[in-house]
């Protein structure tokens, strides 16, 4: 393959832009419906909200809060808000980041730092169920750290008394996921924060996914057990502002129950020309735009809003699940009650049911143990229930009756 070379002279615009829209002609129609991972969709005027607020800060640098303290006001009230949502006491703060994987990297940074600081520099160790994100195993590996997984329990989320089998004097930080990624469930984080209390460890909520969504749906009514702040164990959560809070990316949130627990996470350096520089997280230069989109849209929507848009999500997520269990087959790994929807089947080959689904056009993310498909729904999913319910009872029949064999090598992968 040829390398490509920067052009010797500038190329307008005007011929630009259908080249890059050229090469979108390949990608999934998000737009459409047709993609239920990746992009969280609240519809036409929140993305506006977003663009526009992005484009007016596009050039700020969240490094320099002295430069722009414009940043750091919208920032402040990001994290206030997510902080009131997610339970948190007072004293309690946080930050933004990049994403969830650098809102787990500073929290087990963090928890990793904490422990050292009280000479307990043998807790190198994370214990999690086998059904947490993979980020966790990221940052270990960035940190020199180890992760212990377990397997989880018949229903799908953390198998408590396993992990506290797993547990000694090695575990410096325990997990749960409100929900999981993989099988859209919430852990017993009650359960887990009783661990962390009887231990004396460090417990983690990872919700990157539900952060921004379980608050309204309880609002609305569901049912949710005990995830955030509100329990004494949890001392630090990541919730993403980019997923269910609508906001451009990439943003998210890391909370930390206490500012003695959140010290831990700056980075200070003096030993140069230029004198101190002090970073909260990972990141030196920090996008402004990402900043000022999340406030933007938080503050366009409002309570009101991101309920209507849980409920939304809410009634899709049971439109989906009701008209898979009409086409038949299907067995839904565990309780739902948020935007995610996992299932497999015990009579068909599921991953020729993904293979045949993307052919027609809709892509969502696989499970592989056990085999199966995961829904992430947006708002706009509403409109396409019937579409897609319709392209999956075609493909059903075809995997049913052999026309369609998955691909040798094929399989669930998130990337």
């Given at each position: 393959?040829?390398?490509?070379?920067?052009?010797?002279?500038?190329?307008?615009?005007?011929?630009?832009?259908?080249?890059?829209?050229?090469?979108?002609?390949?990608?999934?129609?998000?737009?459409?419906?047709?993609?239920?991972?990746?992009v969280?969709?609240?519809?036409?005027?929140?993305?506006?909200?977003?663009?526009d607020?992005?484009?007016?800060?596009?050039?700020?640098?969240?490094?320099?809060?002295?430069?722009?303290?414009?940043?750091?006001?919208?920032?402040?009230?990001?994290?206030?808000?997510?902080?009131?949502?997610?339970?948190?006491?007072?004293?309690?703060?946080?930050?933004?980041?990049?994403?969830?994987?650098?809102?787990?990297?500073?929290?087990?940074?963090?928890?990793?730092?904490?422990?050292?600081?009280?000479?307990?520099?043998?807790?190198?160790?994370?214990?999690?169920?086998?059904?947490?994100?993979?980020?966790?195993?990221k940052?270990?590996?960035?940190?020199?750290?180890?992760?212990?997984?377990?397997?989880?329990?018949?229903?799908?989320?953390?198998?408590?008394?396993?992990?506290?089998?797993?547990?000694?004097?090695?575990?410096?930080?325990?997990?749960?996921?409100?929900?999981?990624?993989?099988?859209?469930?919430?852990?017993?984080?009650?359960?887990?924060?009783?661990?962390?209390?009887?231990?004396?460890?460090?417990?983690?909520?990872?919700?990157?996914v539900?952060g921004?969504f379980?608050?309204?749906?309880?609002?609305?009514?569901?049912?949710?057990?005990?995830?955030?702040f509100?329990?004494?164990?949890?001392?630090?959560m990541?919730?993403?502002?980019?997923?269910?809070?609508?906001?451009?990316?990439?943003?998210?949130?890391?909370?930390?129950?206490s500012?003695?627990?959140?010290?831990?996470?700056?980075?200070?350096?003096?030993?140069?020309?230029?004198?101190?520089?002090?970073?909260?997280?990972?990141?030196?230069t920090?996008?402004?735009?990402?900043?000022?989109?999340?406030?933007?849209?938080m503050?366009?929507?409002?309570?009101?809003?991101?309920?209507?848009?849980?409920?939304?999500?809410?009634?899709?997520?049971?439109?989906?699940?009701?008209?898979?269990?009409?086409?038949?087959?299907?067995?839904?790994?565990?309780?739902?009650?948020l935007?995610?929807?996992?299932?497999?089947?015990?009579?068909?080959?599921?991953?020729?049911?993904?293979?045949?689904?993307?052919?027609?056009?809709?892509?969502?993310?696989?499970?592989?143990?056990?085999?199966?498909?995961?829904?992430?729904?947006?708002?706009?999913?509403?409109?396409?229930?019937?579409?897609?319910?319709?392209?999956?009872?075609?493909?059903?029949?075809?995997?049913r009756?052999?026309?369609r064999?998955?691909?040798?090598?094929?399989?669930?992968?998130?990337?």
């Amino acid at each position: 393959m040829t390398r490509p070379a920067l052009p010797q002279h500038g190329v307008s615009w005007g011929r630009l832009k259908p080249r890059m829209e050229s090469f979108a002609e390949g990608d999934f129609d998000w737009r459409a419906g047709r993609l239920a991972l990746y992009v969280f969709d609240a519809g036409d005027e929140v993305r506006a909200v977003a663009k526009d607020a992005y484009a007016m800060f596009m050039t700020e640098n969240g490094l320099g809060p002295a430069a722009f303290p414009s940043l750091r006001r919208m920032e402040d009230d990001v994290v206030g808000f997510g902080l009131s949502l997610l339970g948190a006491p007072e004293g309690a703060c946080g930050d933004m980041t990049s994403g969830g994987t650098e809102s787990i990297l500073m929290a087990v940074k963090t928890c990793r730092d904490y422990w050292r600081a009280k000479d307990e520099a043998k807790r190198t160790e994370i214990v999690v169920p086998q059904s947490v994100h993979p980020a966790f195993n990221k940052a270990a590996e960035y940190l020199g750290l180890t992760v212990k997984r377990v397997p989880v329990a018949g229903d799908f989320t953390a198998d408590v008394n396993a992990m506290a089998a797993a547990v000694d004097e090695h575990t410096m930080m325990v997990v749960a996921s409100a929900p999981c990624f993989p099988y859209g469930v919430i852990d017993d984080i009650e359960g887990l924060s009783q661990l962390a209390i009887d231990r004396d460890i460090w417990l983690h909520v990872d919700a990157c996914v539900g952060g921004y969504f379980a608050p309204f749906a309880r609002m609305n009514g569901v049912n949710l057990s005990p995830f955030d702040f509100a329990l004494p164990g949890v001392r630090s959560m990541s919730a993403d502002l980019h997923k269910y809070g609508y906001a451009a990316k990439g943003a998210s949130t890391v909370f930390y129950r206490s500012a003695a627990l959140r010290k831990y996470q700056i980075f200070r350096f003096g030993d140069w020309p230029t004198g101190d520089m002090v970073t909260p997280t990972l990141a030196g230069t920090r996008p402004g735009g990402a900043i000022a989109a999340a406030w933007a849209v938080m503050n366009y929507l409002g309570c009101d809003g991101y309920r209507d848009k849980a409920r939304i999500v809410v009634e899709t997520r049971e439109k989906y699940q009701r008209g898979l269990e009409a086409i038949g087959g299907f067995q839904f790994f565990g309780q739902h009650q948020l935007g995610l929807l996992a299932f497999g089947s015990d009579e068909f080959d599921m991953h020729a049911v993904s293979e045949g689904m993307r052919d027609r056009g809709w892509m969502s993310a696989g499970v592989r143990e056990p085999k199966g498909m995961h829904l992430m729904l947006s708002p706009g999913h509403a409109d396409v229930v019937e579409d897609y319910l319709a392209a999956m009872a075609e493909t059903v029949i075809e995997v049913r009756a052999g026309e369609r064999v998955a691909v040798a090598g094929g399989g669930a992968r998130y990337s």
